[in-house]
Structures are given as C-alpha cells and as structure tokens.
C-alpha cells in the first residue's frame, strides 16, 4: 500500500510570510492531488498534477511534481489568514482508491 | 448547482445506539464514497460504491459498520452498536471519475 509522508505536520506564520509544504511517497505516483480542508468543511480539490516535473499555478499557490513523480510541493507566496486549514495530498492506490495523506495544517496569522 | 449534502451535520450519541448518516451525491455522479477522519488516523476511505454497488468495503472497520445505496441519489452509513472510538467526522464524497472527488461538509459525530 502507497503512503503519502506530509511535512511539516504544522506551521504556523505571519501573514506575508512563504512557506513551502511537502508530500512524498516512497512509490511512484500516478498522479497526486491537492486538497485543502477549511475548519468544518470537507477537502476542495486545488489541484491535479501528472506529468513528472509538471508545475501548476493558482493565482498565489504553485505546485510542483517531482521528476520521478515520487513528490510533490505546494508553495504558497505572501500567504493571507484565508489560507489557513489543513493542506492534504493523495494518489491513486493501485485499486484506483484514493490514498490520503495526513496533511499539513497550516495557519496564518494577522 | 448543489454540492454533496450530508446530514446529520452534528450528532451526539450514547453507546451502543443506532446512528444513521445520510448522504445525497451530486447529480450524475456514478461514484460515492464515505471517509472517515480523525486526529489520530487523517482520512480513511471505509468504502465506495460505482453505479450504487458497492465495489471495495475494504476500510469499513467491523461488522458494527454498514453502507447502503438504494438508489443513485442517496446512500447511509450505519453503525450498530456504536461506541466512544467512533467519534469522528465521516465525510461522504461523489465523482464522475474515482480520481476528483467533491467533498460534502461532513458528519461531526460523538458517540458517548
């Protein structure tokens, strides 16, 4: 079974501030997601990467695929209070179930 | 349009009663899947159903545990009896695809 190892479990920073957050896997990944999860909500899909080395934008938020396709990193520039949640990757297992990682909560302070 | 619908949001229970969530998948969509989180385990897929059949029940935890989809528009979780290690959020999730699933806002449930 593929697990997904996110780092840091937590963070916690200034508004304005970047911060980078990881999801690595010791198994190739057919493609990975991004979710994010608001306090008392569901995760909302942010994005889909499949291509090794494939970088995705939204608008402040940058993924990136690793070459290998074994990790993935989500950067946020100048982060604001509403990027504060819990930040989870997940792959497809080879039963095409998605595997979730532990996520990464992330807060971000006035 | 609608999103996933979950209800109860909330529910506190005593152990060993029945709890029943429901869920109502967005329209069209052929996958349903019901997750469990907590702190301790994140998020744990408990089973999923393509076309209303069930297709891997593999994460239900025990017999306590079972699901059912009558129709293409609604599915339960059931659990009986419950007890305290069932407090979590159970989430209920839909697709078109098993790949981009659309998240509904969750069951907070406390089993006292």
């Known amino acids: 079974t593929q697990l997904l190892e996110q780092s840091p479990q937590f963070l916690s920073i200034q508004e304005g501030e970047n911060l980078t957050v990881y999801c690595n896997s010791s198994s190739v990944f057919s493609s990975l997601q991004w979710y994010r999860q608001e306090p008392g909500e569901g995760p909302v899909l942010l994005v889909t990467v499949v291509t090794g080395g494939e970088v995705k934008k939204l608008k402040r938020l940058t993924f990136q695929f690793g070459d290998a396709r074994k990790d993935s990193s989500l950067h946020i520039t100048a982060a604001q209070p509403g990027d504060t949640g819990l930040y989870l990757c997940?792959?497809?297992?080879?039963?095409?179930?998605?595997?979730f990682g532990q996520g990464t909560t992330l807060q971000v302070k006035p | 349009d609608a999103g996933v619908i979950q209800s109860p949001r909330h529910e506190v229970t005593e152990m060993g009663q029945e709890v029943t969530l429901r869920c109502k998948p967005i329209?069209?969509?052929?996958?349903l899947f019901w997750y469990r989180q907590t702190m301790m385990r994140g998020l744990e897929l408990l089973i999923y159903f393509n076309n209303n059949v069930p297709i891997d029940d593999s994460g239900m935890p025990e017999d306590r545990f079972s699901a059912k989809m009558p129709n293409a528009s609604f599915s339960t979780l059931k659990i009986q009896p419950s007890e305290p290690r069932d407090s979590a959020v159970y989430f209920c999730a839909s697709s078109l695809t098993e790949k981009t699933q659309y998240f509904g806002p969750g069951t907070r449930l406390l089993v006292l």
């Open positions: 329209s069209g969509h052929d996958y």
């Open positions: 997940a792959s497809s297992s080879n039963t095409g179930k998605l595997i």
